[in-house]
């Protein structure tokens, strides 16, 4: 009775709107931020990186050796989604927040100022692998702790589209990384950008950390974990809690994401370096093409969350990954034509396809979790997505490009990519009806077959009964 009772007190925390709309922004904006900052980096290696800090190797060469600095990041994203995952769910989600944020922006700052592979050699490409993997550590902790800032706050009826709010943060930090580069690159010489001009997106990131971390001093700890804390239910250990009992949720989550960093990452990374090399285009084009896009999916994204509130995770996200492997071939065939009216239309039909995939998936994740170890559930499997997809899809499409100079090898790896998650995603149940705030088990079962002892809804039981 108690525990109903202290349920129905964090259910009617979350209909404050104007608390939500306040808790949906800190969080928003600070992913805005730290997604600025990673993408930022991901922009500069497929344009500047590998004339700046590998100069002596071929050019080929050099580009892999650039976006494998960029993918180092996504090992220590890992390791930085374990470790802010455990004091995630032992001190709360607003504390890591604050750390992560001010850890990224750092590292940013200090990319900056770094010296070119000219002035001091081979230290310069080390001490840029050394901060990109501190970013990497930032990152792994900031998504999770900002998508259940959201996510437990929320209106059960409403977390799919305030979860999906957080994913903003992607197109709308790349918006901003593309703006940056766009304004610097237009304005000055391309001597003075490989000079100079790189430098600025990456200490302007020293201003958007002060506005983050000035909005996140005002929000609120989460109601789930608050009553993790009231019933002293905090794991010891929260990886080993849950690698012990949501192995298989973390494995198939990370797997049924993959295919939004593989499409994601070809379009604002190794899609900009395609169209610039093989099919001419200049830098400033393609930034253009990336601004726009990630323009329609600011849009997008909060609309497809909404509707995962109303027909629920599972079959919007489908939807998404679909999409993504019948516009595989579409897109390569319409980018190859080097038409710039059909480059736009190409780059916006995926990116619809991607908005499709990626806005329910936050909310998804988080609800195969119980809230004693949400924390890391949910950073673990979306940073295990990243490391299989985001972190693969610059080498392998750079190498296969180089290997068979056919624009269709690379759509045979999305493809493959979206074809990987639709099997992971089969498996996953639906995650829609959970109670959020169960502390000692998912909110629904998780995966089909498997008991996990997950408190369910009530009127499913009763169906189940009869």
């Given at each position: ?74 090992i220590a994203r890992m390791v930085g ?7 995630g769910d032992r001190l709360g989600r ?280 949400r924390y890391s559930g949910l950073s ?87």
């Amino acid at each position: 009775m108690a525990q109903s009772v202290e349920t129905t007190s964090h259910a009617a925390a979350r209909l404050d709107l104007a608390k939500m709309r306040k808790i949906a922004l800190a969080s928003v904006i600070g992913t805005t931020v730290e997604w600025y900052d990673l993408f930022v980096f991901g922009t500069a290696s497929a344009l500047v990186f590998n004339k700046i800090f590998f100069p002596s190797f071929d050019p080929i060469v050099g580009t892999m050796l650039a976006f494998g600095t960029f993918a180092s990041a996504y090992i220590a994203r890992m390791v930085g989604a374990i470790i802010f995952g455990h004091f995630g769910d032992r001190l709360g989600r607003k504390s890591m927040l604050l750390i992560s944020l001010l850890t990224m922006g750092a590292a940013t700052f200090a990319i900056g100022l770094l010296p070119d592979y000219n002035s001091i050699g081979i230290m310069a490409p080390l001490l840029l692998l050394f901060l990109r993997v501190i970013q990497g550590l930032a990152l792994g902790g900031e998504w999770g702790g900002a998508v259940l800032m959201t996510v437990e706050h929320a209106p059960a009826s409403q977390r799919g589209f305030y979860g999906s709010l957080v994913q903003v943060g992607v197109p709308a930090g790349t918006l901003i990384a593309n703006v940056a580069f766009l304004i610097v690159a237009s304005s000055v010489s391309t001597e003075a950008l490989l000079a100079w001009g790189w430098r600025i997106p990456f200490m302007a990131s020293a201003l958007l950390v002060a506005v983050g971390i000035y909005i996140r001093l005002h929000i609120e700890e989460t109601p789930s974990f608050q009553a993790v804390k009231d019933a002293g239910a905090k794991a010891k250990l929260p990886f080993a809690a849950l690698m012990a009992k949501y192995w298989k949720q973390v494995i198939l989550g990370g797997v049924a994401t993959l295919s939004t960093g593989s499409t994601f990452t070809l379009l604002v990374a190794s899609g900009v370096s395609y169209g610039k090399k093989e099919l001419g285009h200049s830098e400033t084009l393609m930034l253009w093409v990336v601004l726009a896009s990630c323009a329609l999916c600011f849009v997008l994204i909060p609309f497809f969350g909404r509707l995962s509130d109303k027909f629920g995770r599972k079959p919007i996200i489908y939807a998404g990954v679909a999409a993504e492997a019948v516009l595989a071939f579409p897109m390569f065939w319409l980018m190859d034509t080097k038409s710039v009216p059909l480059l736009f239309v190409a780059y916006l039909a995926m990116m619809t396809a991607f908005a499709a995939n990626y806005g329910p998936i936050a909310t998804f994740l988080a609800e195969l979790f119980g809230s004693k170890v949400r924390y890391s559930g949910l950073s673990v499997a979306y940073m295990l997505s990243g490391l299989l997809g985001s972190a693969a899809t610059p080498f392998i499409t750079t190498w296969l490009l180089g290997m068979t100079h056919q624009s269709s090898s690379i759509a045979w790896y999305i493809m493959a990519a979206a074809l990987v998650s639709l099997c992971a995603l089969f498996v996953l149940t639906e995650t829609r009806h959970g109670n959020i705030d169960a502390v000692d088990s998912a909110p629904t079962d998780a995966v089909t077959g498997v008991t996990t002892g997950a408190k369910t809804d009530p009127s499913a039981e009763v169906v189940a009964a009869k």
